[in-house]
């Protein structure tokens, strides 16, 4: 699996320590519309990014309208 995360976010230490548990690629890119694009391209798997972040992005960009959807909320 791959996770695509954007530097300088702020990601919680249980995900950060299930990355390291998992043996999951990380890439880091500089933003959130750059892993919107990995994700539509199928470079990387998932990309953790709060909802209204992520409802404000693609309702400000039609490239993204329709091409993603809301996994469910994972405690780590």
């Known amino acids: 699996m791959v996770?695509?995360?954007v530097d300088?976010?702020?990601?919680?230490q249980a995900f950060q320590d299930a990355i390291l548990c998992h043996d999951i690629?990380?890439?880091?890119?500089n933003s959130?519309?750059?892993n919107f694009q990995k994700l539509?391209?199928?470079?990387?798997?998932i990309?953790?990014?709060?909802?209204v972040v992520a409802a404000d992005i693609i309702a400000g960009?039609?490239?993204?309208?329709?091409e993603f959807a809301t996994a469910a909320k994972l405690n780590l």
């Open 47 to 51: 990309s953790p990014v709060l909802d």
């Open 61 to 66: 960009n039609e490239e993204f309208g329709g």
């Open 8 to 12: 300088g976010a702020e990601y919680s």
């Open 40 to 45: 539509k391209a199928g470079r990387i798997d």
């Open 25 to 29: 690629t990380v890439e880091v890119v």
């Open 32 to 34: 959130i519309e750059i």
């Open 3 to 5: 996770i695509g995360v």
